[in-house]
Structures are given as C-alpha cells and as structure tokens.
C-alpha cells in the first residue's frame, strides 16, 4: 500500500515551524547547560528549587506545583534522596506524610545550576498575559489532535531525564 502523500508546507506553515524548532531547541539547550553544570536533570532542580523556597512541602503539593502527576513528583524526589541532595522526613502529627527538606549538597547544587530554575519554557509562559495565553491555549488544542501523542504525557516535565 503506498504511502499517503502529504501536503508541502505553505510559506506561513514553514514560519511556524521555525518558530517551534526555535522554542524547542532553547528548552533543550537549557537543559543540557543545566545537566552539563550540575550532573542532575532540569525536572530535578525544578523540583529541588520548589522545596528550597517551600520548605517542609509535602509530595502533593509538589506534583501541584510542578504540574505533574504525584507519581512524578515521588520519582524525582526519590531520585534527589538517593543522591542526598533532599530528605523527605515524618514530622508533625501526621507520620503518614512526609515533609520535604533540601540538604547542603541540595542548596550547593542550586547554586551552581543557570536559572530560571522551572525552565525557560514555563517562565517564558508566566510572563504572558492572560489573552495571550487563551490565543495560545486554543490554536495549540487545534494542533494537538492532528498529532500522535498520549494523554499523560501533558504532565511529564520538558526536563525530566
């Protein structure tokens, strides 16, 4: 059965596919400087800086900050366990939940990692106005079915890894 034949861009279809190839290869440079300096992963530092601003976060409300699932967020914190660069600790009267705390390697990595910490995709999006983001939001949702993806990957951070 022979391939389907598809359409040649048209000028302004080529133009915006620049301009993805621009924003997506200025995340992925980002994440690699901040790999490169630091040895962890964007997602990580996101995380990391979070729990350095909130101490005593708990795992819900780091998935929610982060916009990702809580499994996400436990991963990653995992991860900065292991490497000591965190403790999530049982304090309070509630043992079940644990509280987050970054440790001195955890601060001393935060400082050597290139900002924004979030990444620059999300900062350049917080500093949009509103009517912007509403344009935005509805021309990305009429691209968004015309490609293969899944669903749960809407909340997979652009630098986990």
């Known amino acids: ?21 621009l924003i997506f290869n200025a995340v992925k440079t980002h994440f690699q400087q901040v790999e490169k300096r630091t040895g962890v992963g964007g997602a990580q530092i996101w995380a ?22 809580q499994s996400t967020a436990s991963n990653l914190v995992r991860s900065l366990a292991e490497r000591e660069l965190l403790a999530a600790v ?3 009267t509630d043992r079940r939940t644990v509280q987050l705390k970054v440790l001195p390697a955890g601060r001393r990595l935060l400082k050597r ?14 500093a949009l106005d509103p009517a912007t983001l ?26 986990q890894g």
């Open 1 to 21: 059965m022979p391939e389907p034949v598809v359409p040649a861009l048209t000028e302004s279809g080529a133009r915006v596919l620049r301009q993805f190839r």
């Open 48 to 69: 990391l800086s979070i729990v350095e601003t909130r101490p005593g976060i708990g795992m819900k409300d780091l998935a929610l900050a982060m916009d990702v699932h």
């Open 134 to 159: 509403d344009r935005l939001e509805a021309d990305l949702a009429r691209l968004i079915p015309r490609i293969k993806t899944k669903a749960g990957d809407a909340n997979i951070p652009l630098g």
């Open 113 to 126: 990692s290139p900002g924004p910490f979030s990444g620059v995709l999300p900062q350049a999006l917080a």
């Open 90 to 92: 049982r304090e309070g």
